[in-house]
């Protein structure tokens, strides 16, 4: 049975930090995905990384977002820095979706984060 787990959301100030986890069961993603979905916003692609680490990150978080996995535990993560209030958000992992596909595939319940003084 595929289950996405994600978790490690909360509410920090904007120049805080949060790590998120995701535990993936169920299958095996080559290509792994963060994606965010704000209120009232269509769900976007936050970050990507292949089984070989290799990352891709959006504008709107590079140089302040780590996505990270390991194998082993069948876990990612995503360490977020410098975060803003808009990256408030639900933060949702997956594998690697066209957009146009994001509404076909299977989602788990994700995490909110809240980046408010």
């Known amino acids: 049975q595929v289950q996405l787990v994600e978790s490690g959301g909360g509410l920090v100030q904007p120049g805080g930090s949060l790590r998120l986890s995701c535990v993936v069961s169920?299958?095996?993603?080559?290509?792994m995905a963060w994606y965010r979905q704000a209120p009232g916003k269509q769900r976007e692609l936050v970050a990507t990384i292949t089984d070989d680490g290799s990352a891709s990150y959006a504008d709107s978080v590079k140089g302040r977002f780590t996505i990270s996995r390991d194998n082993a535990k069948n876990t990612m993560y995503l360490q977020m820095n410098s975060l803003k209030p808009e990256d408030t958000a639900v933060y949702y992992c997956?594998?690697?979706?066209?957009?146009?596909?994001?509404?076909?595939?299977?989602w788990g319940k994700g995490t909110l984060v809240t980046v408010s003084s």
């Open positions: 997956n594998q690697y979706i066209v957009p146009w596909a994001y509404g076909m595939n299977y």
């Open positions: 169920g299958f095996n993603i080559n290509r």
